[in-house]
């Protein structure tokens, strides 16, 4: 099969008025991925606004809601693709209620883009977005000094705001971080080099998205599958499938390879792979987050909610769990309550048995002594698991180590939780069992 | 290069792969709502891709307003024959006899009618879930819209009170009565779909491929001319080689001229084109804000 180009993942956050759906509109506008039709829209509601001027923001303003109240409600998802790239950005605003739709909209992000105003530098709120960032563990950072313009491309006044930010980085265990000069309104330094900042000698925004490495993105390491669908024909036609038991899935790490062993969890029990079914024929390797389905050696009994994991790297497991949790919900998190809780593909019931502290989003300390968390907070929290799940730390698996908090009656989603790294590795269920 | 790399169509692949899976892990009752249009000739290839070699543990469900293409219901019909799903068509056409719908005075359009009877099929079968084809990229009130798309008991979208989606954590429970839409292309793009046709070699109606059609121009548009939509007085009928890009009703639905004739074709007019797919259908243009009041209703 010939491969064509791959998929980056991005969203954009900053302040209001910090030019983020400028910023947007221009990446579409000046890579030529605009419509025709889009563009009369954006001149006709030019028109009904009055300014006459084709207002590039219009085309991230989606819900009507939104344009009567001239505020963006949710997070809004926009596509593009250049020769080298397709790109998925996520828009997340920069509101009251940024943390929660950052969360939402950064979750499987590769690359973060924070926009700076340059005529105000690091405010409180890029310092927020950039924690926010990192707590998610988003592997790529672009911090983009945005209205260039407005400060005469002055050099010292993007080095100034440069060396705010990297006073702060240290805190923020991000690898990966690029600062780029930039106009959204005049398009400098967007998808074209600008000629007002000769001494810049980076990329453009455009260019970094396109060349930035997100092959190592995944944890390629450590064999996790998450039994989602077990899948038994039922009147097969062919008489060798009379006794196919396939474990389908998404791998959430790492390979897996024909003849390789493997060892179920909860319960322990060990057999080999041997077949690696897709319906284009079967596979000698599958990778992480390749979707598959696996055929073992042995009939073993696993359902969903089980993990196949490679016995030589086992995860953690238990009932006990320390998570940070973002909350989404206006109804606020107090300790003691039940919820459901979603982690891979099973769901089990949980009760929050402490709120240990919040986080100052702005500086990643530790705020003793919350009573609750309201919406749009981040706190250390305990939970209690109905029954062990197997996991691994956040900081190794985004898949592996991640849940959401379900409010039973209501299934609203109201918690985004990430696990600190297990304090156990699994001990099987079944220990003596040999097969 | 790793090989341990998936291009863009694979992880678009795999991403609705596993959101076909949990659909049939975690509701009851699903069905997959088949036109024969390319979105759910991709979604069906999916579903393939995500249960064999088990069938498919879902039917598919056609709304019919009976004022379908012909070509496109000879190949929605021949496709689930050919594997083996189970097909189930309820018609506009019924549903006015039964007075399920009701059609307004003076309207001819029978696209807003496709809702009352959805909702009746929903109730009919009892179905928790259905997958659609729609994609974000189709227009600017479907940017919000989630994979899984939670309806109330009137089958209603409520753009504020929608779950957040978290990593690859789909919160699927409704309480009885509720309802879930789920989206597994929310992320393909036209151009994806046309690629991802291309790469699996997957059939198409043949009005998506340049032919022969008497048109009128109407609303900037090229409309083509039938029995339920003739051309107004005025309107001069045009012998034109066009293809369709997306398929509503014989009514609504704009040709494009083209010559394309050929899958690689149509990917190299997309990379060109310079009107979105949408762009040619008469009934978003009414309103700006056309498409959120019908989904609001409870559109796919
Ligand atoms: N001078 C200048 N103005 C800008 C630039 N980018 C955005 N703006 C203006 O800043 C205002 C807010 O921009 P907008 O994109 O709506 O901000 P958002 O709230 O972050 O989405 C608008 O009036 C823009 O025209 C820039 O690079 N230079």
């Known amino acids: 099969m010939t491969r064509s180009a791959d998929l980056l993942r991005f969203n954009t956050c900053g302040s209001v008025d910090d030019g983020k759906s400028t910023l947007i509109g221009r990446l579409l506008y000046d890579s030529k991925s605009l419509m025709e039709d889009q563009i009369e829209a954006l001149e006709r509601s030019a028109d009904i606004t009055g300014a006459g001027q084709i207002n590039l923001a219009n085309l991230t303003d989606g819900l009507r809601a939104e344009r009567e109240q001239g505020i963006t409600i949710d997070v809004a998802y926009r596509y593009f693709a250049t020769p080298r790239r397709e790109f998925i950005i996520a828009d997340t605003p920069g509101h009251v209620q940024y943390t929660r739709n950052m969360v939402t909209g950064a979750s499987s992000s590769n690359l973060s883009v924070i926009l700076v105003d340059a005529r105000l530098g690091v405010i409180e709120q890029s310092r927020r977005h950039a924690c926010i960032a990192s707590l998610l563990r988003i592997p790529h950072l672009v911090v983009a000094v945005n209205k260039m313009d407005l400060v005469d491309w002055s050099e010292e006044r993007f080095l100034e705001i440069r060396a705010q930010f990297e006073q702060f980085l240290p805190r923020l265990d991000m690898k990966d971080v690029a600062f780029i000069p930039v106009s959204a309104l005049n398009g400098d330094n967007v998808v074209d080099p600008s000629p007002n900042a000769p001494w810049y000698g980076g990329p453009t925004l455009l260019g970094h998205l396109e060349s930035v490495h997100i092959g190592s993105d995944w944890n390629l390491s450590e064999f996790r599958l998450p039994v989602q669908w077990v899948n038994r024909p039922n009147n097969p036609k062919h008489a060798g499938l009379h006794d196919f038991r396939g474990l389908s899935g998404q791998i959430a790490g790492g390979i897996v390879r024909r003849g390789q062993d493997i060892m179920a969890l909860p319960s322990g029990f060990t057999s080999k792979v041997r077949e690696i079914w897709t319906l284009d024929g079967s596979l000698r390797e599958a990778f992480a987050p390749q979707s598959i389905t696996l055929v073992l050696e042995h009939d073993i009994d696993v359902s969903r909610g089980d993990m196949l994991v490679d016995p030589a790297a086992l995860p953690g497991a238990g009932g006990d769990l320390h998570a940070r949790i973002c909350w989404l919900h206006p109804r606020p998190l107090q300790a003691g309550r039940k919820y459901f809780l979603k982690h891979t593909t099973q769901t089990v019931q949980a009760v929050v048995t402490a709120i240990e502290h919040r986080i100052n989003v702005a500086t990643l300390d530790a705020e003793p002594g919350a009573p609750e968390l309201a919406m749009n907070d981040i706190g250390e929290i305990r939970v209690r698991t109905s029954k062990p799940i197997v996991y691994d730390g956040y900081a190794s698996n985004r898949l592996t180590g991640s849940f959401i908090l379900i409010e039973q009656g209501t299934n609203a989603t109201v918690g985004a939780g990430m696990l600190h790294p297990p304090a156990e590795t699994a001990q099987p269920e079944y220990r003596d069992f040999v097969i | ?300």
């Not at chain 2, 097909?87 to 009618?113: C, D, F, M, Y």
């Open chain 2, 1 to 300: 290069m790793s090989n341990y790399y998936l291009d863009h169509l694979q992880y678009l692949e795999t991403e609705s792969i596993h959101i076909m899976r949990e659909v049939a892990a975690e509701f009851e009752r699903p069905a997959l709502l088949f036109s024969g249009g390319k979105d759910s000739i991709c979604l069906l290839r999916l579903a393939e891709k995500a249960f064999r070699p088990s069938e498919l543990p879902m039917p598919l469900l056609n709304i019919d307003t009976g004022h379908h293409f012909p070509e496109l219901n000879s190949f929605r019909d021949a496709r689930a024959a050919e594997l083996g799903a189970k097909l189930i068509v309820r018609t506009v056409e019924a549903a006015l006899a039964k007075g399920v719908a009701v059609q307004s005075p003076g309207q001819v359009s029978r696209n807003h009618l496709q809702i009352p009877v959805l909702l009746a099929a929903i109730e009919e079968f009892r179905f928790d879930c259905c997958i659609g084809g729609a994609r974000r990229d189709e227009e600017k009130a479907r940017a919000k819209e989630r994979f899984f798309s939670f309806r109330d008991g009137f089958g209603q979208w409520d753009p504020k009170n929608q779950r957040p989606e978290i990593w690859n954590l789909y919160n699927a429970r409704i309480n009885p009565g509720e309802n879930m839409r789920v989206f597994p292309l929310s992320n393909w793009t036209e151009k994806d779909v046309w690629e991802y046709i291309g790469r699996e070699k997957l059939a198409v109606p043949s009005i998506y491929f340049s032919h022969r059609r008497r048109v009128v121009r109407r609303h900037g548009q090229w409309l083509p001319v039938s029995e339920l939509a003739p051309p107004k007085p005025g309107e001069r009928v045009e012998d034109l080689v066009v293809r369709v890009r997306t398929i509503g009703d014989v009514i609504s639905t704009g040709c494009v001229e083209s010559p394309a004739n050929s899958v690689a074709d149509i990917i190299s007019e997309i990379a060109v084109a310079r009107v979105t797919e949408r762009g040619s259908r008469a009934d978003d243009k009414v309103s700006e804000a056309a498409m959120e009041d019908r989904k609001k209703a409870g559109y796919f």
